[in-house]
Each structure stands twice: as structure tokens, then as C-alpha cells.
């Protein structure tokens, strides 16, 4: 029979590193490549609000970059999408208002690269 | 107020409080939904999660993508959790143990919080502990397959509501969480969706800074079971809207406040077409499901605009 042993001697609980799944590569389930367009985007951050992978990162930029109709914008700018995450689900190129993302087959989008 | 840019920066990230790498499908809201939720607090946020999609795809062994502390639990249990958590640390907190400032969330779906959790959810709302319980509402029991729970909507197709030759699919209509959560008397309750990120941080906010606990329903179109293309998830969360098959709602203190109120409401087909669920309902001798489904809608409706005007306490 195991010793007794009061509840403040019990052992806690297993704790685990956190955000870990970052080592977990998810972007091979994609069918569906994003293509961004940067020069049509508004940086309006509707895409990054709804993107369900967090798969599209954004940095703060004094200096600005160009988007839409050659405008500077500057403040929190949309980058390109990380490849590595996104499952091509589209609701980024969906939801879009200026059009800025389009969904082009991923071998398709392989070919174009490998030509470049 | 913050705008999407600064929600934006506190939700991307490596130290967002969720992060990439989850197993959900693709074109799943419940990320957005999660995210959006979690960066609406300004505090640290202690998450627990009923068993359900987002528990299942976020803690595969060996990997997690809270950036948070979060607790695994069972099925029933998600708000019994939240309140042993809230009492401990309020414990912690007398005894000078910790100073810190905390928020809990208790998150589940819509089967682990309408049916299974229903009872752990009612004893915490009525013990007035201070967390906030986030239901995101796929409809039914999605991660095992599309199964019927007390939130399916009235004329869906489930696999143990089968439509076909003698059934037109489920026969009953959805309880209305929000109302009976509100009916506990407790400070704020509220309905948002997956399409209106600001109307949700707001309401996330308002959650979080309650008097006591708060409950927050999202509407979270699931692409693999009501079987639309991944990349309209929002698409459907809007017309559910549009439709006021889904209102955007509050009760604040026993009072009820539409956040939304569509000038122009669509006809509810709207919502129903293309999704595989209702398929059945546009097949020649279904046609008064569609009526009747109108009909509760509209009266639904009616009823909430009549409860706002008159400003009569929940």
C-alpha cells in the first residue's frame, strides 16, 4: 500500500512549454496559394482580423510602404502572407475590399517561382 | 476604442495569446473568433476549454498553441473548472500570494455548452463567479461528425436527424442561450458573430469588465459540416446576420441593446442556399419548412424589437 499524504504534498499537475504548435507546419494542407498584391492593398487589416491561422503577419512601419494607387501608408502595414501556416482556405481573397489577394493553384504558383 | 490595426497587432505574432500551427480546418472562424476574444483583454487571460474542435485541434500532444495558461477538462465541466479557478485565485489573492490582475475564460461549443455543460454553466452564473464563458456556435457536434445539439436550427440535416422521405430533418427549434443566461440576472450577455470583429472585441471587452460573469455567443459557420467552400466562412456568418437568423445582441444589466439592425432584411434562403445542411429543404414538398422558418424568424425578431423598446429589465 502507497504511503499516505496530505493534499499540500500532492505533486502539481504536468506543465507544458507554451505556443509550441509554432513547430507544427501547417501550410501543406494548402490546395489554394494566396497571392498578395501589395500594390493594391490598403493595409485596412480586415484580412489579418479574420485570417483564422494567424498566417499573415504585419510589422509597424515609420517609413511606410507603398499600396493601393501608389499611396505611402504607414502605421501598422499588412506583410506577405507566411506560407508555412496558411491553409488556403481564401477568406482573405474573399473578404478583400481592394481585391489585393488572389487564390491560384499551389502547383501552379510552384511552376511561376520555379520559372522566376 | 481600438481600432483594427491596434487589434490587429496584439493578435499576429509570437506572442499573441493563440498562435499558428492549430489543426483546425481550413477556413474555420473559431481562430478568428478566439483570437479576437483573447486580445480584447488587457490583462492576463487563464483559458479553460470544454472538449470540442478548439480543444482538440489547438493541444495535439506534444504541441499547444496557447500562449497563455490553459487547462484541459472534459466535456461537462468547463464552467465547474472556471469557477474552482476564480475561487482559488481569489484565495491566492487575500493571502498576498499573487497581485496580479487576472481574467478567466471558460471557452466551449455549442454542444459542450447548450447540452453537455448546460448544468456546470447555470451553477456558475448563478454563483456569480467573475469569468467570462465564450460559446462559438457551429450548430452542433461538428468535430465528431455533425450530430444534432440543442443549438441545430430548425429543417437541418444531421446524421441523427436524418432528412429524407418521412423527415424534413430536425423538427424542433434552437434554445436561445443568451436569453437563459440572462435569466440568471447576471450583468452582460451577448450574441455577436464571426463577420463583425470590432462589434466582438467590444462585447469581449465588455465581458471581460463585467460585474461577475459574463456569456458571449458567437456564431461560427462550420465549413466542413454545413458544407460550403472554406473561403466563405464570413460570407455565411453575414447573411446569418442579414437575415436575423442570428441578431447581434446585448443584455447589459437586464437591458436589451440591437447592435445591428439589417434596413433591409433578406430572405432567409439566402443563408440556406449552398449549404448542404438545408439542401434538402429546396426539394419539391419541403417548401413549408422554408415558410415556417421565415415565420419564426420574423416573430423571433419581432419579440427582440419589442423587448428593446420597451427597456423593460431582463
Not at chain 1, 501589395?38 to 480586415?46: L, P, V
Not at chain 2, 463567479?129 to 444531421?158: C, I, W
Amino acid at each position: 500500500m502507497t504511503e499516505r499524504r496530505t493534499w499540500q504534498e500532492l505533486e502539481l499537475g504536468v506543465e507544458l512549454p507554451a505556443a509550441t504548435s509554432l513547430g507544427y507546419k501547417t501550410g501543406g494542407w494548402r490546395v489554394l496559394r494566396p497571392i498578395f498584391n501589395a500594390s493594391e492593398c490598403t493595409h485596412c487589416m480586415i484580412c489579418v482580423s479574420y485570417c483564422p491561422d494567424m498566417a499573415i503577419p504585419i510589422a509597424k512601419s515609420e517609413e511606410g510602404v507603398a499600396g493601393k494607387g501608389g499611396r505611402l501608408f504607414k502605421g501598422v502595414v499588412r506583410l506577405a502572407t507566411n506560407l508555412d501556416y496558411c491553409k488556403g482556405c481564401g477568406i482573405c481573397a474573399h473578404e478583400c475590399p481592394s481585391k489585393a489577394i488572389s487564390m491560384v493553384r499551389e502547383e501552379e504558383a510552384e511552376q511561376a517561382s520555379c520559372k522566376l | 476604442m481600438p481600432t483594427l490595426q491596434e487589434i490587429a497587432l496584439k493578435t499576429t505574432g509570437a506572442d499573441a495569446r493563440i498562435v499558428s500551427g492549430h489543426r483546425m480546418c481550413s477556413g474555420c472562424g473559431i481562430g478568428s473568433i478566439v483570437k479576437t476574444v483573447l486580445a480584447a483583454s488587457d490583462k492576463p487571460v487563464v483559458v479553460v476549454s470544454a472538449t470540442g474542435c478548439l480543444e482538440v485541434v489547438t493541444t495535439i500532444y506534444p504541441f499547444t498553441a496557447w500562449n497563455t495558461p490553459w487547462m484541459h477538462l472534459t466535456f461537462e465541466n468547463a464552467a465547474s473548472v472556471a469557477s474552482g479557478i476564480e475561487a482559488a485565485y481569489k484565495v491566492l489573492k487575500r493571502r498576498g500570494k499573487i497581485d496580479e490582475e487576472v481574467n478567466i475564460l471558460a471557452v466551449g461549443g455549442d454542444g459542450g455548452t447548450y447540452d453537455i455543460g448546460f448544468q456546470a454553466l447555470s451553477g456558475a452564473l448563478e454563483r456569480r463567479h467573475k469569468f467570462m464563458y465564450l460559446v462559438y456556435d457551429n450548430e452542433g457536434y461538428m468535430n465528431t461528425g455533425n450530430q444534432r445539439s440543442g443549438a441545430t436550427p430548425f429543417g437541418a440535416n444531421t446524421t441523427t436527424v436524418p432528412a429524407g422521405k418521412v423527415s424534413f430533418g430536425k423538427p424542433q427549434w434552437r434554445k436561445n442561450l443568451v436569453e437563459i443566461a440572462a435569466a440568471h440576472r447576471i450583468s452582460y450577455v451577448a450574441q455577436a458573430a464571426v463577420n463583425n470583429t470590432m462589434d466582438l472585441y467590444k462585447k469581449a471587452q465588455k465581458g471581460f469588465s463585467a460585474d461577475g460573469p459574463a456569456v458571449l455567443a458567437v456564431l461560427q459557420p462550420c465549413p466542413s459540416n454545413w458544407s460550403f467552400d472554406s473561403s466563405l466562412t464570413i460570407q455565411y456568418s453575414k447573411l446569418a446576420v442579414e437575415t436575423n437568423f442570428w441578431p447581434l445582441y446585448e443584455i447589459e444589466n437586464g437591458i436589451v441593446h440591437i447592435n445591428t439592425k439589417p434596413s433591409n432584411r433578406k430572405p432567409i434562403e439566402d443563408f440556406l442556399k449552398g449549404q448542404t445542411r438545408f439542401r434538402h429543404l429546396f426539394r419539391p414538398g419541403n417548401e413549408h419548412v422554408i415558410v415556417e422558418m421565415q415565420k419564426m424568424i420574423d416573430d423571433e425578431w419581432a419579440r427582440l424589437l419589442k423587448l428593446e423598446e420597451s427597456g423593460i429589465q431582463f
